[in-house]
Every structure is written in structure tokens, then in C-alpha cells.
């Protein structure tokens, strides 16, 4: 049995905007400490999930252990917990967060702070924890380390003096890294005799070893073979296997007080064992459990139907699955008119969707038609009960509605001076206001505006993005609720509403976006055998329409009154063209309908 002196154990986590080499180091660290071959890190372990690959973003965070023999002749412990760095997943990065004691937080050394730098050391910080800056990349030709280091100095209150510069790509400075992790990172200071605590701080599903939950040990141990519980929820389980990720599970005797590793628990049952929650002893339970997490507050949501109607029960599951690996991801079944039934789910942003989207039909071979998203709306009703409606198809009727209620951000944008003008003009044209701009040296500020969660949710980002060449960053927190003149916009293709395209919109710009959508709408939506109209309509009044005109009657005709095999074949093969379809009364709309909203802007 290993005995780990906690004195001889650092955990930390390493922060960074996107893009700023936090994986290059973490491979790196994992290299000069033998945990991993040079060409292992070649081919980026961290990243190992396909689509983190090709997208090239940490979507789950990891814990890795690693052994370093530091200048002073001890061998210490470390235990790396990696975090992702889109701005959809702060959640994760929180969590990682509280299960260690420091905090490497990456800068490019060319591109300088950056809106996520900001907000991840807020998190840290919050956590109490030290934190190491590094400058990275000091290789680049365009890296000005010095400016670098003291932007960190003026705007996040870091000596200058204290920032440490690497390469991560060239294995420059990783020496002097490691060292400054012994000794400026606290050890952990449980309390090794007390009954067993451990935070659980990740987790994943295992078909053969159940609930794998990542543990952070606060105090007492936790040997393999013991029967545990759950603080938090009263689930009994035992400890199947206990390790350490090296970067593979590596299964121990134990874990100790200060240690990070995994506890497979053989339990199916993903809500019984939930991130945040407290393990202890089931022979000696801790009585009080460890402060957990703020539970993940979904801010996009938008209905998942499967194509094929009878994979409604796989669907099912594997959101359930899924759910297990994200615990920011929420769903409820929901039954649209159109579609069928389908889930209500609820996103972290527009990513995340993305991310789970892509997950389900890859890892569970789903065919799945997604609707446009939308946010969480409070509804104050003429009778004075108080709704929340994240589904536009919900919008009761205007005449029992008093007021209605969106969720605004507070967004902080850094970005180079030339480009404010522009992010103004965009900015107010999606009802933003503007708050503050503080200089972080005289080429760059941060801009901070209150703007509405639907006007950003779309192709905010895309648009900030390529209206400043790529270099404005985006940072959002929720600042609250506030009234707004909205209406619900609905949408008739042959006369018939679609629940699945209503919308909603502020009254201001009802016209331009119902006028937009079915223009979108009449190049998306094929010819059909007949005239198709397709109109927007504010309650009973139609405010714009548009007409999808028949197909030519000779494409089939060419099969009248012969052979109706052909006729038949050569429908199947149409069909079979256009899987991500469904049959909307008797027209036919493909997916891109759905989403037709998020590239209105384009045209408007
Ligand atoms: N020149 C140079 N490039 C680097 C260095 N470190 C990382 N990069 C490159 O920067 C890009 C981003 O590096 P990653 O390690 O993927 O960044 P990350 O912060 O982990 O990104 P996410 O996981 O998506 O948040 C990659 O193309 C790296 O090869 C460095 O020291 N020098």
C-alpha cells in the first residue's frame, strides 16, 4: 500500500483562453515526467475523443497523475486536471477547479489577455486558489513577452516578475514550470484520520464497471473493496476499482487524503452518483458534506426529434447516457405537431448543442433533426400566474399575456481600439446597451455591454469574430431578466402553423424577420406537386408570404401508366436523398428549415 505524505502532492488545474496552448503544455508536463513517450504526446492524448480532435477544443475536463522529482531530491505527486476553454463550458472549468489548490493560467505571449483569461482567473480566484502565469509561445516571431507580463501585472494584479515564459511547442522553460509548481503551489491540508470525503468532481459511464466517478480526497482514504455512500443522494455502492489516470486508468490499493483519482462504482443508475456530491464511508459516514457545485443553468434550448420516428426509446437512452459525461445537459420529452415526439433539451450554448448533437448521432448512430434554438422566457399572465416558456410553440395567446420577461447578459468584449466602432454598430443593432471600456493598454479595451441572450445566441459570435478579423474575444455571464415588447412570430406552410419554426422576436423587428424567414424558407423547402405558400403571421395577421411554385408535372409523368416499379424505385431513391426530412401535413420540410433563423442575419 502507497503512503503519500500530502507535503509531496500538488493538484492544479491549468487555465487559458482558447487557443492558447493549454493542451501543448499539458502534454508537455505529461512528457518531462515520464508519464507519457514523446510520441504519445505526438498524437495528443489529452484531446482523445474524435471530435475534440478535429475541432481541435477540450470538451471534458481530465485528471491525470504524474510523479516529478523535483531539485530538492523529493519525488512529488501531481495531479493535472484539465479544463476546457470555450466560453460554453465555464461550468466545467469551476468544477475542475475546486479540486485542487492551483491554478496555471496560460497567456499567449502575441496575443496577450483575452476575454476568457479574464473570466477563468475570476474562477480561480473564487476557488482561492494560487495561481502560476505563464506566458506561452515565446517563440513566435509576433510574442512581446515583457508587454505581456506587465498586461498581466496591470489588469489581473500578478506581478510581472512572477510570470514564467515557455514554449510549449519547443519544450522551452518547462524546467523552471515544474519547479514553480512545487514550490508555489500549497499542498493539499486534509485531515487524514477523519471519516472518508471525497469530492466528486467528473464522471463517466462505464458499460461493464457502471458509474466511474473522478475524486478529489479531502480527507480519510478510500481502499478498494469498501462500501460507499453517497452524502448527497444516500446511494450505497461498493468500490469496484480505485486509480489513478497515468494517463490511462491504472487501478491502486488506495487513495489517500489529498489525492485525485477514480472510484468505479458499478452503479447503472447516473442520478444516484452526481457530480458536486460527497463520497464517504458507508461503516464510518463524515457527517457534514462538501460545499458542491452550483448546478449547470442550461441557457439555449431547442427540440431533438429522431427522423425516424421509432428511434424515439433510442433517443431516449442515450440522452441519458450522455447525460452521465455533461451534466450541464437537460431534457424533458416534448411533443411538437409537426415533428412528433421528440426531447426538449436544454444547452449551455450554442456549442455545447452542436457538441451534444454531433455526440449522439456519431457515438449512438442517431439521424436527428434539431429546431431552431431559443431562450428561457418568464411570462407574467393576464391572471397573474407566472410561466417560464423556452419553447415558442408554448407562447400562450397575447391576449392572456400581461408582460413578458428575457434573459440579459452582461458581455465583456476585449478587442484592438480600431475595431470598436464596428462592434458598436453590431452591438446596438441586437438591442445591446453599453456599460464600460476600460483601456488594458492603448491599443486594446474591454467593452462591456447588457444585450438580450436571444440576439446573442444565433451568430453573435460569428459575426464579432469576422468584424474584427478574428481578434475581439467574448466573455458572458447572466446579469438578470427584463421586460421586453415580444411577440410570438408563427409560421403557416400550406396554410397549416408549424409548431417547430414559431419564433420569437421583439415587435421592432417582427416585420424584417418574419419577411427574411420565408423568403429563407421558399429556397429551402423543395417543390412539391402543388403550390405551396409559406406566410408569417403575428397572432391572426399574415405580415409577409411567399410562394413555392409546383414542380413541373413532367419529372414523374415520364412513369404514368408504365411501369410502376420504376416509379416506385425512383421514389425510394428520393427519399433516401433526403433522410433529415420530415412530412409537415403534406409538405415535405428538410432540416435546414429549422434552423433557418440562424442564418437570417446573413440576408437581412
Ligand atoms: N508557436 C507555438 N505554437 C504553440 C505553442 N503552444 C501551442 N501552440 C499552438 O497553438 C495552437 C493551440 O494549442 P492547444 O494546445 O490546442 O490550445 P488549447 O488552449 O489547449 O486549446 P483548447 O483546448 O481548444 O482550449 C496549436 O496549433 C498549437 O500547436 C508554442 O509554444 N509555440
Known sequence: MSMVD????RNFSIIAHIDHGKTTLSDRLLEMTGTISERERREQLLDAMDLERERGITIKSKAVRMHYTARDGQTYQFNLIDTPGHVDFGFEVGRALAAGEGA????????GIEAQTLANVYLALENDLTIIPVLNKIDLPGADPDHVAMEIEQVLGLPAEDVLRVSAKQGVGIDALLEAIVERIPPPHGQHDRPLRALIFDSHYDPYKGVIAYVRIVDGALPVGARLRMLGTGAEADALEVGAFRPQMTPLDLLDTGEVGYVATGLKQIGECQVGDTITLASMPAEIALPGYRPAKPMVFAGLYPVDTNAYTDLRDALEKLK??????????????ALGFGFRCGFLGLLHMEIVRERLEREYGLDLLITAPSVEYQVLLSNGDVITVDNPADMPDAGRIESIEEPIMLITIITPTRY???????????RGVFESM?????QRVALKYKIPLSEIVVDFYDQLKSRTQGYASLDYTLAGYQPADLVKLDILVNGQPVDALSLIVHRDFAYAQGRALVERLRKLIPRQMFEVPIQAAIGSKVIARE????????????CYGGDVTRKRKLLEKQKEGKKRMKMVGSVEIPQEAFMAVLSLNADT
Do not use: C, W
Open 420 to 430: 470598436i466602432g464596428s462592434i458598436m454598430e453590431l452591438v446596438t443593432g441586437k
Open 324 to 337: 452521465l459525461n455533461d451534466a450541464a445537459l437537460s431534457f424533458v420529452p416534448e411533443k411538437s405537431a
Open 6 to 9: 500530502q507535503q509531496h502532492i
Open 547 to 558: 410562394t413555392i411554385r409546383a414542380m413541373r408535372k413532367d419529372v414523374l409523368a415520364k
Open 438 to 442: 476600460e483601456h488594458l493598454d492603448p
Open 104 to 111: 496555471i493560467l496560460v497567456v499567449d505571449a502575441s496575443q
